[in-house]
């Protein structure tokens, strides 16, 4: 198409000039940035500026796999694949690139340039530039999207990071709700909120991954957490959004004003109703946990044996509001930690310990932890949590599935036969990760009138991801072959297996067929509604995210329609 159908790239006459860019420096306080990868210093030059710094080198390859500093970076993606793997440290150490990869440091697909925002003003200013200049936005918090949609080439990259306010408010809601709430700026993470509410013995629902961000993607895609399964999806927690909108508009989003886009921002799209600068959530009285750590380490028909009743019963965990945080591999399980909120060890045992019965009686291997029971759930968190699998800085390609509880009630054996099959198609390639939980246990929303996440999410057995780990540095061709395998091989043999089921739009594949049905279903159409409203110009685009049909990112990297 002609170049008045794309966002305007660096490789277009139509981009702006240093001199308007330094104009844009200015208005944003000196918070531009030109975009130099931190593995730079790994390497000798970066758009031929030398870059080589043996000992910076060292530490960036010290910190690459630390999920709290890569949240801090300004543009790099943690799943490293979705900047091309471009400049990334040798974590061997000896500096330069990972051993069998070029020794160059490239653009990759990363932006080149970044607005470190800290306050509304300076994403206003960052959006009305865009949209003035047509370029592409990016918004970028954590980094941590394994779906790639905060980065992305040629594009002005908002960083909202750095808004990291947290304000409790112990006034009830109105609504008979038993807590108070919590403001956070755009850039909070979990880790920021969680110890600060436990110390005032208050729970607020976050992710099971302290690095997440609250108010960025985990919201405006759903969220789920361990304690879903009494306080419903993430998006239902939040009560108010401050949000710059396509036209620079700083405005609220609640229940009284700007009531669609309030719903919309809640579960119904990630980085496309506007950049978010603050949310509220709802805040909880502690409730005393009960937790306990279950592997399953056996080998071939044993082990998915195993597998296949502890997953078989999902709905008898769920139904008391429990959360089974699991990774799983071919010959092993761990389920580190079984989290039941509001239960007592006798409650916990009368479920739990038929299932151990089970597994003896099948001579599966496996190992339960003792039982314990804490006071409040960060006691839990900070005493049982599985934590290797927070790290960053890893080429992991990802799909994922939203498994209803009917699914596993008819096919349960089915999905754990499609789960072995997947598995065995790529040895050694295909890891799982997932989540037992339902967020409609107690939060039906039968007309989603709270949250715009797919009906789906109020059924919900397993939450699960997988991995797939590809060779080092590919190119073009490799990539495209590595992302046919997850869609068409991994994802279609757990799709067949599980009809009646969707896809988390943060936890799944970036390339799901028909996902506006996968992610959304029959809330999709108004929440196109309310994003054409919103922005009618696309000045938002995230791929895979609401409204972003028009658009795609061609060859040459260039966003158009
Ligand atoms: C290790 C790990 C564990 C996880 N565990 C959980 C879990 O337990 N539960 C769960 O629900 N999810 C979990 N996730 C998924 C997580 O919720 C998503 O990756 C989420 O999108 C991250 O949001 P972010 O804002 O922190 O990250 P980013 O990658 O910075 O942003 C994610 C998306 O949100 C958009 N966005 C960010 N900020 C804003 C804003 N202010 N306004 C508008 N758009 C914005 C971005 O453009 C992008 O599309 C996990 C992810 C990882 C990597
Ligand atoms: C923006 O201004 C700051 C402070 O003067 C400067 O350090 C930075 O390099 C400038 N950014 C760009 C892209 O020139
Ligand atoms: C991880 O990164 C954060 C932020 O840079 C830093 O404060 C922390 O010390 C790092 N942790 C480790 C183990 O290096
Ligand atoms: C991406 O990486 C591959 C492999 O290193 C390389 O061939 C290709 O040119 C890179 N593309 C960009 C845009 O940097
Ligand atoms: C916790 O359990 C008690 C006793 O069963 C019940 O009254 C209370 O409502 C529960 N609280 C939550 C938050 O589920
Ligand atoms: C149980 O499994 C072990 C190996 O894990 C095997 O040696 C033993 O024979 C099995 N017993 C039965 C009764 O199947």
Request: with cysteine; hydrophobic share 35%; proline share 6%.
């Amino acid at each position: 198409g002609s170049s008045s159908q794309c966002k305007c790239s660096p490789v277009d006459p139509c981009w702006p000039s240093n001199q308007k860019w330094s104009s844009l420096n200015q208005t944003v306080g000196g918070r531009l940035q030109r975009v130099i990868p931190p593995g730079a210093v790994c390497y000798d030059s970066f758009n031929g500026i030398p870059t080589a710094d043996p000992a910076k080198c060292a530490a960036v390859a010290s910190q690459w796999t630390n999920s709290t500093w890569m949240a801090d970076q300004a543009t790099i993606p943690m799943t490293t694949h979705f900047s091309n793997n471009t400049c990334e440290p040798n974590l061997a150490g000896g500096g330069g690139p990972p051993a069998g990869c070029p020794n160059q440091c490239l653009q990759g697909f990363l932006s080149p340039y970044v607005i470190l925002a800290e306050n509304a003003n300076h994403i206003k200013a960052g959006v009305n530039f865009a949209q003035q200049n047509n370029l592409r936005i990016v918004i970028r918090n954590t980094g941590h999207d394994f779906m790639g949609r905060s980065s992305g080439w040629g594009a002005l990259v908002i960083n909202t990071h750095r808004l990291n306010s947290i304000q409790f408010d112990s006034k009830r809601l109105s609504d008979g709700h038993t807590g108070g709430t919590v403001k956070v700026g755009a850039g909070v993470m979990f880790q920021d909120v969680y110890p600060k509410a436990w110390a005032r013995n208050l729970d607020v629902l976050g992710g099971e991954c302290p690095t997440v961000g609250m108010a960025g993607g985990f919201v405006q895609g759903g969220g789920q957490g361990p304690l879903s399964g009494i306080y419903g999806v993430g998006s239902d927690q939040a009560v108010s959004f401050d949000v710059v909108l396509a036209n620079g508009d700083l405005v609220t989003a609640n229940d009284k004003k700007n009531s669609d886009l309030f719903w919309a921002l809640k579960g119904g799209g990630m980085g496309t109703f506007g950049i978010v600068t603050s949310a509220t959530f709802k805040t909880y009285p502690t409730v005393p946990v009960v937790g306990m750590t279950l592997i399953i380490a056996d080998q071939g028909d044993k082990f998915w044996e195993g597998v296949r009743i502890w997953y078989t019963q999902a709905s008898k965990y769920t139904e008391k509001g429990m959360y089974h945080w699991y990774s799983m591999a071919d010959g092993f399980l761990q389920v580190q930690p079984m989290v039941a909120p509001n239960l007592t060890v006798a409650e916990f045992n009368a479920v739990i310990n038929p299932l151990l019965a089970q597994l003896t009686a099948a001579n599966v291997s496996y190992t339960a932890s003792p039982v314990q029971s804490f006071p409040k759930f960060g006691d839990l968190y900070e005493a049982m949590w599985e934590k290797t699998h927070w790290a960053s800085g890893a080429s992991i390609y990802w799909g994922g599935r939203m498994v209803s509880q009917r699914d596993v009630r008819e096919r349960g054996d089915d999905i754990v036969a499609a789960y072995r099959a997947m598995s065995d198609k790529y040895p050694g390639q295909v890891l799982f990760g997932g989540h037992l939980v339902n967020p409609g246990n107690k939060v039906k929303d039968p007309q989603q009138k709270i949250s715009a996440v797919h009906p789906v999410w109020r059924d919900t057995a397993d939450i699960e991801v997988f991995l797939y780990l590809p060779p080092p540095c590919q190119n073009a061709e490799q990539r495209a072959e590595t992302e046919r395998r997850v869609t068409y091989e991994l994802s279609s043999l757990l799709r067949d297996a599980t009809p009646n089921s969707a896809v988390y739009p943060n936890e799944g594949d970036i390339n799901e067929p028909n996902w506006q049905s996968a992610f959304w279903g029959s809330v999709y159409p108004k929440v196109l509604k309310i994003k054409k409203k919103y922005d009618p110009k696309d000045v938002f685009w995230a791929k895979a995210s609401t409204g972003s049909e028009g658009w795609a990112v061609r060859d040459d990297l260039k966003l158009c329609k």
